[in-house]
């Protein structure tokens, strides 16, 4: 059985369609921020940073440390938030709007500690 090859111009376009993808959904991340994986606890310098309800621009980061129940504050993209002492910057959101079992999102948010 003789087997058909794809026309030059469908080649031409799925390279096209591709190169044209690269890059446009990934935010520009500073360094030194931190990613936060929706719902999932991450260290930094002895506190656990949890990045939740995110959602278009904005998100909710908690802070918890070993001195007592954790904080929370809504941020959006841009703003400052000080939290047990420390001033985080949301620096940029992905939001995965895909459905995903419990636990398993890949929205994320960056956090770039500030230096008050």
């Not at 360094?31 to 656990?48: C, D, F, K, R, T």
Request: aromatic share 6%; net charge negative; hydrophobic share 40%.
């Amino acid at each position: 059985m003789m087997q058909r090859r794809p026309a030059p111009w469908v080649l031409l376009l799925a390279v096209a369609l591709t190169v044209a993808g690269c890059g446009s959904d990934e935010p520009e991340i500073p360094e030194g921020a931190i990613q936060l994986v929706e719902n999932q606890p991450s260290s930094w310098e002895g506190l656990s940073l949890v990045a939740s309800n995110i959602w278009d621009d904005s998100a909710v980061l908690v802070v918890a440390d070993e001195d007592g129940p954790a904080d929370n504050a809504g941020v959006e993209v841009g703003e400052r938030v000080t939290i047990k002492g420390h001033t985080f910057e949301l620096v940029s959101i992905y939001e995965d709007t895909s459905d995903a079992p419990p636990g398993g999102s890949r929205s994320y948010a960056w956090v770039l500690p500030v230096d008050d």
